[in-house]
């Protein structure tokens, strides 16, 4: 039975709602000003670029969707959210590459049954069209979930997107024992944004993600948002399953600082776990720039090795880039991208 959960969210400050049509970000002249500070963060690191597990692509009219309910500082944000880079898909995947970021991924997500066949065959093309995007795939609890995700892992999905949050289920819905099942067998991790942050959610925070690792304890989880505000929770599953990671989208910026701060006496353990912790941005769904991202990354002051482990290390261990290769290593899938998944075509009414 799915179990309720009352977790708290982050404070919220003094929130209004942003005007509609929000400006659509920095222009060519702050964009080569950008550039060159990531090129200087990647060289003074000595990287051969960013690995940033945590990037959103997705059917242009949900997209236009997930901005607008930005723009209206919707319930599940809580407070004024402005696009930094609201673009064109192809200017965003230039900017990406610009920035020197070798591999990104399209997370998508569902926030109700009937979209998620659809959405994995859209991020399946964009995978094939896009080389250096990890092939993303997502689910929801509904029936024939265990179909269409074994469609998208035979097809070369390489990693999945949960929201729990906007998703409004349980982790734990027998719905979803297929799926949970095949994933922990095929070692596909997904990204699962289970924290209780910016808002909660009726199944957010640990103990739906501890339960679900109690059952399915091979399974590869890459916690969102480094689990905000339960950062430190989500710090305790890290330890003590080998197969968590923690993404940090968001997590250390002045933007999530001001209402979910991480604690500093938790910094030295999350210096120890530097080989579980992926760089994620959110990128282009920001209300700040990307270097801005880095930056808070580099004033946790936790040294240049922990730097590098984060934004490039870990996640081409994890995914198996190598040096100068594409994001997808030969095999389904490779070389950006695999198979339709299953699912139906795109419906023309249907949104973010």
Same mark, same amino acid.
Request: charged content about 20%; some cysteine.
């Given at each position: 039975m799915s179990e309720r959960t009352e977790p708290s969210g982050c404070a919220q400050p003094g929130a209004r709602p942003a005007a509609s049509g929000a400006p659509a970000g920095p222009g060519a002249a702050e964009d080569g000003a950008e550039v060159r500070e990531v090129a200087r963060f990647r060289r003074e690191l000595g990287l051969p670029g960013l690995i940033d597990v945590h990037t959103h692509f997705m059917p242009e009219r949900v997209l236009r969707k997930v901005w607008?309910?930005?723009?209206?500082?919707?319930?599940?944000?809580?407070? %004024?959210?402005?696009?930094?880079?609201?673009?064109?898909?192809?200017?965003?995947? !230039?900017?990406?590459?610009?920035?020197?970021?070798?591999?990104?991924?399209?997370?998508?997500?569902?926030?109700?049954?009937?979209?998620?066949g659809w959405l994995n065959s859209w991020s399946a093309d964009f995978a094939r069209r896009t080389p250096d995007c990890l092939h993303s795939a997502t689910f929801f609890p509904e029936p024939g979930a265990g179909e269409y995700v074994r469609a998208a892992v035979e097809g070369g999905a390489r990693v999945?997107?949960?929201?729990?949050?906007?998703?409004?289920?349980?982790?734990?819905?027998?719905?979803?024992?297929?799926?949970?099942?095949?994933?922990?067998? !095929?070692?596909?991790?997904?990204?699962?944004?289970?924290?209780?942050? %910016?808002?909660?959610?009726?199944?957010?925070?640990?103990?739906?993600v501890r339960r679900l690792l109690a059952r399915h304890p091979r399974l590869r989880l890459i916690v969102a948002h480094m689990g905000m505000p339960e950062y430190t929770e989500f710090l305790d599953l890290a330890e003590r399953h080998p197969g968590v990671r923690l993404d940090t989208t968001m997590a250390f910026t002045d933007f999530s600082e001001e209402i979910c701060p991480?604690?500093?006496?938790?910094?030295?353990?999350?210096? !120890?776990? /530097?080989?579980?912790?992926?760089?994620?941005?959110?990128?282009?769904?920001?209300?700040?720039?990307?270097?801005?991202?880095?930056?808070?990354?580099?004033?946790?002051?936790?040294?240049?090795?922990?730097? /590098?482990?984060?934004?490039?290390?870990?996640?081409?261990?994890?995914?198996?880039?190598?040096?100068?290769?594409? !994001?997808?290593?030969?095999?389904?899938?490779?070389?950006?991208?695999?198979?339709?998944?299953?699912?139906?075509?795109?419906?023309?009414?249907?949104?973010?």
């Open positions: 607008a309910y930005f723009d209206a500082a919707g319930p599940l944000t809580g407070r %004024p959210w402005p696009i930094t880079y609201r673009r064109p898909e192809e200017e965003r995947t !230039a900017l990406l590459r610009a920035f020197g970021v070798r591999a990104f991924t399209s997370l998508l997500y569902p926030h109700k049954p009937g979209m998620a999945f997107k949960a929201h729990l949050q906007v998703g409004a289920y349980d982790p734990n819905d027998p719905l979803l024992d297929p799926v949970w099942g095949l994933l922990a067998e !095929a070692a596909v991790p997904v990204v699962i944004h289970c924290g209780s942050g %910016p808002v909660p959610g009726r199944f957010t925070g640990p103990g739906p991480f604690p500093l006496p938790e910094l030295p353990r999350l210096a !120890a776990l /530097r080989d579980r912790v992926l760089l994620g941005t959110d990128f282009p769904n920001i209300p700040y720039s990307y270097a801005h991202a880095l930056r808070a990354l580099a004033r946790l002051d936790l040294g240049d090795d922990w730097l /590098r482990a984060v934004c490039h290390g870990n996640a081409a261990r994890d995914f198996g880039i190598l040096p100068g290769s594409p !994001a997808l290593p030969p095999g389904p899938g490779g070389g950006g991208g695999g198979g339709t998944a299953g699912g139906r075509a795109e419906p023309g009414a249907d949104g973010g």
